[in-house]
């Protein structure tokens, strides 16, 4: 037997509802909010993920489904979305738009080699957005409300947790001060750490080790040390968030730790599933598309893990609904069809083919969820009428081939 991949898996019945149940609501909602679909293929160079992820992520550097295609080119399959959102977005020259506003969502397989453990998969699912050309942070604060939506519809309670990650006039400076504070302590990080300070010292803040994390409490914070700029457009960003009564926490140890960043860092995590498990992710990222060749463009955009979602999702009650047509004598199944056919502009129809008794027709109509069942036998064929059961009201009434 031929087996699904590791780290792999298929959707089908319950899973598959919820999955389709996730993407039409973000769907539903970012369309709302004026975002419009795009489309980016799996596969794409190489180097367009070592330029955006960054070669120094654990992602570039352990985790991608990398490899030389036919034709000696050094492919990979997507770890995540924006890399080929924005990478679309220079290759189709919007970038020289500059008065214009793009907005784009997409929802779509991302593929990262890693060891295969609970709730992580080789192969999984982000639904995200992207918006480029406007530099407002209430746009900033307009996609964390659309996110709220996003949850709020599918019955998820939520935390957010936002930072800001300052601009190329502060971040540098600050970058300075938190090197030379790490390299006071060099001793009690852990190794990776130690790797960051040269590397990626930004990266050390979101360390998960406990004695790197009881060190940090007394670092430098960026928010205390943000330009005049960053520092009014957080104020305001607060300011919003508060007059919309949405709750938030300040967590100075959100970091993204790739230059193109700035700004308005946020992360949406659920104690439902284990502890403070991040549901989605996002924030400005103003550089971009300058690192990948475009004319300078604000730009701001998140992800959403729909496996997480799929933990948490409340589904909403399935109804009985539609029809259920059989027959009791071979001769009248034809007629089945003409009356399904029929039915199904407006509704769902299930025929079953063979001849059966009334008492398995119902058996069969209440095993596909049907409202009612309807079934043609011996008197109703000579009479051209068909009887009908409601199976939520428990009524039953014989009508007319031509009324159905
Ligand atoms: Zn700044
Ligand atoms: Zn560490």
Redesign the pocket.
């Known amino acids: 037997m031929i087996k699904a991949l590791r780290g792999m898996k298929d959707l089908t019945f319950e899973e598959s509802e919820r999955f389709v149940h996730i993407v039409t609501t973000a769907t539903t909602i970012a369309k709302r909010y004026g975002y419009s679909y795009i489309e980016t293929p799996i596969l794409e160079e190489t180097k367009l993920f070592k330029r955006s992820v960054g070669e120094s992520s654990d992602i570039v550097g352990k985790e991608m489904y990398q490899f030389e295609d036919k034709g000696g080119n050094d492919v990979c399959m997507r770890p995540e979305g924006t890399a080929g959102v924005v990478r679309s977005f220079v290759q189709a020259k919007l970038d020289r738009r500059q008065n214009e506003k793009f907005k784009f969502y997409y929802y779509g397989p991302m593929f990262r080699y890693e060891r295969p453990q609970k709730g992580r998969l080789r192969e999984f699912h982000q639904f995200g957005c992207e918006s480029f050309g406007e530099a407002s942070v209430y746009e900033d604060f307009t996609i964390i409300q659309m996110i709220g939506d996003i949850f709020k519809a599918l019955g998820i309670g939520y935390k957010l947790k936002i930072n800001s990650l ?2 190329p ?2 971040m540098p400076p600050y970058r300075q001060n938190l090197v030379e504070f790490l390299t006071e302590c060099k001793d009690e990080l852990c190794e990776d750490c130690n790797r960051r300070i040269e590397t990626n010292p930004i990266r050390v803040l979101d360390c998960k080790n406990e004695k790197c994390q009881s060190l940090l409490v007394n670092s430098p914070k960026l928010i205390k040390n ?2 005049s ?2 520092d009014d457009d957080f104020a305001k960003l607060e300011r919003l968030l508060k007059s919309e009564n949405i709750e938030y926490e300040l967590d100075t140890n959100l970091v993204r730790g790739l230059d193109y960043y700035s700004k308005t860092a946020f992360e949406f995590v659920s104690n439902e599933i284990g502890s403070q498990s991040a549901i989605a992710g996002g924030g400005r990222y103003d550089r971009l598309v300058e690192f990948l060749d475009g004319k300078s463009t604000p730009a701001v955009g998140f992800a959403l893990g729909i496996e997480r979602i799929m933990e948490l999702v409340k589904m909403p009650e399935v109804k009985r609904s539609g029809y259920y047509l059989g027959a009791m004598d071979e001769e009248a199944i034809d007629s089945l069809f003409p009356l399904a056919s029929k039915k199904r502009d407006t509704e769902k129809v299930t025929v079953e083919y063979a001849p059966k008794k009334l008492k398995a027709h119902l058996k069969n109509a209440d095993r596909v969820n049907a409202r009612y069942c309807a079934v043609i036998g011996e008197d109703e064929f000579k009479d051209r009428t068909i009887w009908i059961k409601d199976l939520v009201e428990k009524k039953e009434v014989v009508v007319a081939w031509e009324e159905l």
């Open positions: 300052g601009c006039e502060c943000l330009c700029s960053c």
